[in-house]
């Protein structure tokens, strides 16, 4: 049975597309997206290797096959991100590349890099929803938080993981948020949630306007989120 995606949508001052890279060994699946930014925007992603922060426009995110470790990782994400910068006219360093999936696989970056132009075509339509691309053929859910007066909310995609790839968990915000509050508020709630094999992506690009939110707000807003996403609180120990 086919997946059946709601209408997530996403947040005013993004655009999203997904398509299909031939790079994982599904012959049917999704398997990269590319979201964009309208201004600079914090981009924190939490993964295996670590957490990171950084600032740009654009997020390519491959989901079926790791990078590899070492040198030869840095290099791919290096060339899909110099590539993505010709496609699209943006500086390198304002491109940020994950790839979340099964490691040990040869990847090949000239399969990605060819995927580029349907990516790009593809930003302004809904044909290729962004729930597809995370899709691991397990449950997949889009929900939505505000964050209270103007702070701007919170919107988010989840979908499983399996035995041999990370779940995906990626949070789009209009807040006006830095990349430190976001890892100390990831930091904060991670240490209460069941997220355990899970890859976290939060792209949070300011549109709501001049209000800040601050740490508690965002922190709660994120933990509400992810109840609303389907994560467990984790069990605490008996003392």
Do not use: W
Not at 3 to 16: I, K, L, M, S, T
Not at 25 to 34: E, F, G, H, I
Not at 152 to 179: E, P, R, Y
Request: aromatic residues 4%; negative net charge.
């Amino acid at each position: 049975m086919s997946q059946v995606y709601d209408n997530f949508g996403v947040p005013q001052g993004f655009q999203a597309a997904g398509t299909y890279s031939g790079l994982c060994s599904s012959r049917v699946k999704l398997d990269v997206a590319m979201i964009v930014s309208r201004r600079d925007c914090s981009i924190v992603t939490d993964t295996a290797q670590g957490m990171t922060a950084r600032s740009g426009k654009i997020l390519v995110l491959h989901n079926g096959t790791a990078l590899p470790e070492g040198m030869r990782g840095l290099e791919i994400s290096k060339e899909v991100c110099q590539a993505v910068s010709t496609c699209v006219g943006e500086a390198p360093d304002s491109v940020a590349l994950v790839a979340n999936g099964v490691k040990g696989q040869y990847f090949r970056p000239s399969l990605l890099i060819h995927s580029l132009n349907n990516l790009t075509a593809g930003l302004d339509t809904d044909t290729q929803p962004l729930e597809a691309v995370l899709d691991n053929y397990g449950d997949v859910s889009s929900q939505t938080v505000s964050l209270g007066g103007d702070c701007g909310s919170l919107q988010g995609i989840a979908a499983d993981g399996t035995d041999d790839s990370a779940g995906l968990c990626v949070i789009m915000t209009d807040a006006v948020v830095d990349g430190t509050m976001i890892e100390k508020a990831l930091i904060q709630v991670k240490a209460d949630m069941d997220t355990e094999h899970f890859t976290f992506i939060v792209m949070a690009n300011g549109g709501a306007g001049a209000q800040p939110v601050g740490h508690d707000a965002f922190a709660g807003g994120i933990e509400a989120l992810l109840v609303k996403l389907g994560f467990q609180h984790a069990l605490k120990a008996c003392s």
